[in-house]
């Protein structure tokens, strides 16, 4: 289950909030720690989300929080197997998101609604 493209998500979301040291700020970050995201630093699951939802994109979001709490569980611990069969589910019955859609086609983030 990749992630979303996390460089592309930091644009949209600082050019929702006017700058990515503005973002940096929201998120209580270093603006050097977007900046190192940016490049390939690993950024959890869970902020990769709180800057998609930033950026207006609440579906994508909701996959990459869904995403990273399945790729965080081990297939070889049953009950954690069980659940991450069960989120997996979860992801795929998701309806089709028009975040990635519209973000892609205009270039920039809607209007979050």
Known sequence: ????????????A???????????KLLGDQDSTISA???????????????????GLKDRAVRILMAGMAESLSDDIEHEAAAKVGLVAMLNALPPSTDDVDAARTGRVGNGS
Request: net charge positive.
């Open 1 to 12: 289950m990749p992630m979303p493209d996390l460089r592309k998500t930091i644009e949209l």
């Open 14 to 24: 600082a050019a929702k909030v006017g700058s990515q040291r503005a973002l940096a």
């Open 37 to 55: 995201f940016k490049k390939g630093r690993p950024c959890s699951y869970q902020k990769h989300a709180q800057i998609a939802a930033v950026a």
